[in-house]
């Protein structure tokens, strides 16, 4: 049994800061991309970043130059450092990872329950 359990998220202003984490634990044997997503009420939820296990990045192009992801392999951490927050960064963040439970299985893709971020004035 895998859980993505996220931390961090909460109420800010404009052009503020939060960082965000997500810890995987349980059966592990290797994990593989870590990622984030949000999902806006009414609307579908939509990549925001992943980091691949060699720590390559990719980004949507409405975060990048503000949200920078990495990840901690010795903790099976991964963090979403959010800078100059936008009242359209409003939503609940999921965590998302894929995780070999043994040696040898096809990882499976798992989600943390989400965690709400609030930006407004």
């Known amino acids: 049994q895998v859980q993505l359990v996220e931390s961090g998220g909460g109420l800010v202003q404009p052009g503020g800061s939060l960082r965000l984490s997500c810890a995987a634990s349980g059966s592990i044997f290797s994990i593989n991309g870590m990622g984030w997503y949000r999902q806006a009420p009414g609307k579908q939820r939509e990549f925001v970043a992943r980091?691949?296990?060699?720590?390559?990045?990719t980004y949507a192009d409405s975060v990048k130059g503000r949200f920078t992801i990495s990840r901690d392999n010795a903790k099976n951490t991964v963090y979403l450092q959010m800078d100059s927050l936008k009242p359209e960064d409003t939503a609940v963040y999921y965590c998302?990872?894929?995780?070999?439970?043994?040696?040898?299985?096809?990882?499976?893709?798992?989600w943390g329950q989400g965690t709400q971020v609030t930006v407004s004035s």
């Open positions: 980091v691949t296990g060699g720590g390559s990045t």
């Open positions: 998302n990872a894929q995780i070999q439970g043994r040696r040898g299985r096809t990882p499976g893709d798992y």
